[in-house]
C-alpha cells in the first residue's frame, strides 16, 4: 500500500497532506530530547504470536443511515496466558484508518509480552466526528474486556497506543476514562477505562496544529477540510484534550519528533505540560530531527527508522511493561 499511496498523489487521485517546509523550535525544557540511533532497528521473531485477523469488534451507524463494520487485527504471543492489552490505533489524517499500519511496530511490543490489537474507526470519509473515533476506539477496549479469555487478557491492564491521528483519539480516551457520554454501542457492561496512554505526535488543539509552521503550511491546513470537519464547533472544548485533563489521568508517554512536517511539535507539548501543571504522570521525548512518524506512504523511505529505532521502542515497551505490571511478558 505504501508503494500505491505516493503515485495516487502524485497522479492527484488523493490530496496530499499539507506539510511545512520550516518548523520553528518550542521549548523542550520539561521533555527529554533524545537522537535514537537509526542504524539499530528493532528485531522481531523472538518468540511465538499468532494473528486474529479481521474480526468485527463494534457495527456503529453512520450519519446515512448504513451501519460500517469495524474490523481488528490481534496479535496474541503464545503460549496463550493472561497478558496485558494495548490497542493500536492508526493515523490517517482523520480520513483514513488502516488497522495494517505499524506491522513491524506491533510485533515488537506483542513479543515484549502483550496482546496487541490494531482496529479501525470512523473517520471523515463515513461522515464522522471526533465524538464516533473515541467512541470506537472505546468500543473496541469494551469487546475485548468482553472477550478477554479467547485473547488471553488481563481485564486489569489495559493501554492505547496511537500515532498522529490516532494519537490524538487515544490520548481523548485515556482523560474521559468514566465519561459515559462516549460509551456507545455493544458490551456497555464491560468498563472502556484504560491504564496507560502512548500518544505519538498526536494533534491537542486542531485549530493551532500548524502554529510551528511556515506561513504556505498555515494556510494550506486552514483549508485542509478533513481535519477540521472531524472536530467541528468543539474545536476548543469538547474536542480539545485539555478539556480533560485532570490529576486523574492515567500514565502518558508521549514522543514527537523535533522537525514534525504535519503536526506542530507544540501540539504534544501542550498536553504534557497541562498534565504536568495538574500534577498528573506524563513523560514527554523529543526526537531531535525526527519527522512525522513512517512517511513512506509520502515516499520518503528514511523517516520511519528514528521511530523503528530499538532505543525509541525500548522506551515504548518499558513504559507499557512498568504501568501494565506486564507479568505475561517473558
Known sequence: MHGLLPLLFKIGLLPRPPMATSIAPSDASSSIVIQ??????????????SMISNTVFARPTLSSGKSKELRMDAMVPQP?????????????????????????????????????????????????????????????????????????????????WGESAGGYLVAMVGLTNGTRQFDIGENL??????????DKFGPSDV?????????????????????????GQDVRTHANPLTYVTKAAPAFLILHGSQDRLVSPSQTLM????????????????????????????????????????????????????????????
Open 207 to 231: 485549530s493551532q496544529v500548524a502554529s510551528d509552521f511556515d506561513d504556505k503550511a498555515k494556510a494550506d491546513y486552514a483549508s485542509a477540510n478533513s481535519v477540521m470537519h472531524y472536530v
Open 80 to 160: 496463550l496466558k493472561e497478558r496485558p492489552l494495548v490497542i493500536y490505533v492508526t493515523g490517517g489524517g482523520f480520513s483514513r484508518a488502516p488497522k495494517e499500519a505499524a506491522l513491524n511496530l506491533r510485533t515488537f511490543v506483542a513479543e515484549a509480552g502483550f496482546v496487541v490489537a490494531s482496529i479501525e474507526y470512523r473517520t471523515d470519509r463515513d461522515g464522522a466526528t471526533y465524538r464516533d473515533g473515541i467512541a470506537d476506539v472505546k468500543s473496541a477496549v469494551r469487546y475485548l474486556r468482553a472477550n478477554a479469555k479467547q485473547y488471553g487478557i488481563d481485564k486489569q491492564h489495559v493501554a492505547v
Open 271 to 330: 498536553l504534557h505540560n497541562a498534565l504536568l501543571a495538574v500534577g498528573a504522570p506524563s513523560t514527554r521525548y523529543v526526537l531531535a530531527g525526527a519527522d512525522h512518524g513512517d512517511l513512506a506512504f509520502m515516499g520518503d523511505e528514511k523517516s520511519g527508522l528514528p521511530w523503528s529505532a530499538k532505543a525509541t521502542m525500548g522506551l515504548i515497551v518499558d513504559f507499557l511493561s512498568k504501568n501494565l505490571a506486564a507479568k505475561g511478558a517473558p
Open 36 to 49: 535514537p540511533d537509526s542504524t539499530q532497528q528493532i528485531k522481531c521473531g523472538r518468540m511465538p504470536v
Open 189 to 198: 457492561d464491560q468498563s472502556s477505562v484504560v491504564q496507560a496512554v502512548v
